[in-house]
């Protein structure tokens, strides 16, 4: 566990600084996206300079979100010149992508605030919260902290980022905190309803003509502990996805009665493979597991990019979770 700065100390490099980017991890999700806007259109109200990166940009499926259209792609602002670079909710520093590296190279402080247990604590700053079920409660509570503002913005994107990284406040890391910052955030004004329907019931058919394809490669192991499915290159092009098309999609296999551990693996351009893994048992730690192959996250949620092809891929990963269970006696 990171040494973290405190809220007091990242007060302090706000008020002392003008200018800053704020910026989040490749493919970015909805607590990546929704910290983002959280954080810069708190600074904007304080009257800071504020540009908002991402590697690949907003995702269509969060374009709903007021200011969503701040977002820029990293690789087409070239190097900035700002005094603060605050990442948010990426785990590795490398993880926001060649261009956003490339972005924010020349500023003079790096701010590092995130939930992720395998965040080393890099940067001039960190705060690292494993206990914190998303980067936008611990954005809400730097606010709220800070007493900084929370405008209609930042409050529908901290509930954004929340609902999306609690799987709609159903995960394990949910708090009582987080109920309570939700009915604040109610309280602030917030549409429930019409928020959520933004969210989760407003997805392309493609996505949906995805989950069939998707089904047709499901497999499980012959006790039942192991489900997994593939996404080979050849249907991404056939459906001509977009990279949030499979966003959350796992939870569904994850879901089978008796399965502890879901897998999803996906092709990736360069001969790359994108392993996105849930545990359903602490005892088999997701993140671990992950971590014999480079990636981390959660113990509970968690995630690779490894070196191809996905057939080899696949076994080598599934080999780590039979052993993660036999070691856990879990049969």
């Not at 490398?94 to 890099?122: C, F, Q, T, V, W």
């Not at 709220?144 to 209609?152: A, D, M, N, Q, W």
């Not at 913005?153 to 406040?169: E, K, L, N, P, Q």
């Not at 981390?296 to 780590?320: Q, S, Y």
Request: proline content about 4%; aromatic content about 6%.
């Amino acid at each position: 566990m990171p040494n973290n700065a405190t809220f007091s100390e990242i007060g302090k490099a706000i008020a002392d600084h003008n200018s800053f980017a704020v910026v989040s991890h490749v493919r970015p999700d909805g607590d990546a996206i929704g910290s983002v806007l959280a954080l810069g259109h708190a600074l904007e109200q304080l009257g800071k300079s504020v540009r908002y990166l991402n590697n690949d940009g907003c995702p269509k499926s969060l374009e709903f979100l007021p200011g969503s259209e701040k977002v820029e792609i990293s690789g087409e602002v070239g190097v900035l010149e700002v005094e603060v670079a605050i990442t948010l909710d990426t785990a590795a520093h490398m993880r926001i992508g060649e261009g956003s590296l490339e972005a924010i190279k020349n500023a003079k402080l790096l701010i590092n605030i995130d939930h992720h247990i395998s965040n080393p604590g890099y940067g001039d700053l960190s705060y690292v919260d494993p206990n914190s079920p998303a980067t936008g409660q611990i954005i809400y509570e730097l606010l709220i902290s800070l007493g900084l503002p929370v405008s209609r913005i930042s409050r529908d994107s901290i509930y954004v980022a929340v609902s999306t990284d609690t799987g709609s406040f159903q995960y394990p890391g949910t708090t009582q905190r987080t109920y309570e910052m939700a009915a604040d955030l109610v309280g602030r004004g917030l549409n429930v309803g019409k928020i959520n329907q933004l969210i989760y019931d407003n997805q392309p058919y493609r996505r949906v003509e995805l989950m069939r394809a998707l089904l047709n490669t499901l497999d499980r192991s012959d006790d039942g502990l192991i489900v997994w499915w593939d996404l080979p290159m050849a249907t991404k092009n056939e459906l001509e996805l977009m990279d949030d098309d499979s966003e959350g999609l796992i939870d569904f296999i994850r879901s089978v009665h008796g399965v502890v551990v879901a897998v999803f693996f996906e092709d990736l351009d360069g001969g790359k493979v994108r392993v996105s893994m849930r545990s359903k048992d602490a005892r088999v730690n997701a993140s671990e597991i992950c971590g014999v192959f480079g990636g981390g996250g959660h113990a509970l949620a968690a995630g690779i990019r490894m070196p191809g092809p996905l057939d080899e891929t696949r076994e080598k990963v599934l080999a780590v979770i039979r052993e993660s269970l036999k070691r856990a006696g879990i049969s």
